[in-house]
């Protein structure tokens, strides 16, 4: 069965370090999704992904994040400059087709800022 | 935008008893809803979900949910509970552009023997 993946499963970084964490979304998926989920609390969305461009974006989303899908078969993260706050874990998640309702969700990058 | 509320950060029952957990959402528009159930230190594993049709939808593991537009709820049920269903469960709510989903703050289900 088709899955998502994510590497690293497990990122340590220093603080004010770039990061990214990449995804390979099921093939033939459309759009695509980043989510976070600091220890202990809920699954917050990032950002959605379409046809080369953002979609949607929360409030969280800011410049030192992007997204990029440099080939056709991944989709990565970008933190910039990495803070104490980022530690969490990233979940990436991917959608089949306009009108499909389920999001296919990876098994996460833990992602630790020292 | 949509938003989702679950009722009770813990809930803990006794092997064989009914579990209830509790969702509530907000959307001006039709919901899609989902319930994620997480096991420690792992993913997100979709339980069941509702988009359009049929109220009451069941899912993986016993569980089933109904949704209730006049109540704005989507609790999730299974009548009896099992040692392996203690996790983490998250409801979930987004649109037919499902540009974004928002998950509630979870419920963590404990279950004693």
């Known amino acids: 069965e088709p899955e998502v993946t994510q590497t690293p499963s497990h990122q340590v970084t220093q603080m004010g370090q770039e990061v990214i964490l990449r995804c390979v979304p099921i093939?033939?998926?459309?759009?695509f999704y980043w989510y976070r989920q600091i220890l202990g609390q809920k699954v917050e969305f990032l950002v959605s992904f379409y046809n080369n461009e953002i979609s949607e974006k929360s409030e969280i989303f800011d410049d030192q994040f992007s997204v990029e899908r440099p080939d056709g078969s991944n989709f990565t993260l970008k933190i910039r400059s990495t803070k104490l706050e980022d530690s969490a874990m990233y979940f990436c998640?991917?959608?089949?087709?306009?009108?499909?309702?389920?999001?296919?969700f990876g098994p996460g990058t833990r992602l630790t800022v020292l | 935008a949509q938003s989702v509320t679950q009722l009770g950060s813990h809930v803990s029952v006794s092997e064989g008893a009914l579990v209830l957990l509790r969702c509530n959402y907000s959307?001006?528009?039709?919901?899609?809803l989902f319930w994620y159930v997480q096991y420690p230190n792992q993913g997100l594993q979709l339980l069941l979900k509702y988009t359009t049709g049929a109220t009451l939808v069941k899912g993986i593991n016993g569980f089933e949910a109904e949704f209730k537009k006049s109540e704005t709820s989507f609790h999730l049920t299974k009548p009896s509970a099992h040692m392996s269903d203690a996790a983490e469960y998250f409801c979930a709510v987004t649109t037919y552009n499902n540009n974004d989903m928002r998950f509630g703050a979870g419920t963590r289900l404990t279950v004693k023997p």
């Open positions: 093939s033939n998926h459309l759009y």
């Open positions: 959307s001006s528009v039709p919901p899609y």
């Open positions: 998640a991917s959608r089949a087709r306009e009108g499909a309702s389920e999001q296919f």
